[in-house]
Nanobody, 126 residues
Framework: QVQLVESGGGLVQAGGSLRLSCAAS????????MAWFRQAPGKERELVAA????????RTAASVKGRFTISRDNAKNTVYLQMNSLKPEDTAVYYC???????????????????WGQGTQVTVSS
């Protein structure tokens, strides 16, 4: 099976940037739709961004559009989330996720996820 390991989280001031990485191992994720979700205390886990297997199609949540960019490097079996202009409300645990069945980024939801990473904490201070 696939293992997903996130890295790159940490503490940053509002307006700052972070890049999260999701390294996959076990088998290639080149055919998977990949995504980043996040969950803040007391809130539901929400989709942040998704990317098609080819990397051609992406989707980002309205709350992060224009600030976050998802990308992937299938040769490295890695997915990234570049986060710019961070806000305190972006504070959450960020999870990498993979779906072997979803073919369109618009269909990505948490119930479709086949593989979850353990998460990485992102804290944005005021």
């Amino acid at each position: 099976q696939v293992q997903l390991v996130e890295s790159g989280g940490g503490l940053v001031q509002a307006g700052g940037s972070l890049r999260l990485s999701c390294a996959a191992s076990g088998r290639p994720i080149s055919t998977y739709t990949m995504a980043w979700f996040r969950q803040a205390p007391g809130k539901e886990r929400e989709l942040v961004a998704a990317i098609s297997w080819s990397g051609i199609s992406t989707r980002t949540a309205a709350s992060v559009k224009g600030r976050f960019t998802i990308s992937r490097d299938n040769a490295k079996n890695t997915v990234y989330l570049q986060m710019n202009s961070l806000k305190p409300e972006d504070t959450a645990v960020y999870y990498c996720a993979g779906d072997s069945t979803t073919q369109g980024v618009g269909l990505m939801t948490s119930h479709r996820v086949d593989y979850w990473g353990q998460g990485t904490q992102v804290t944005v201070s005021s």
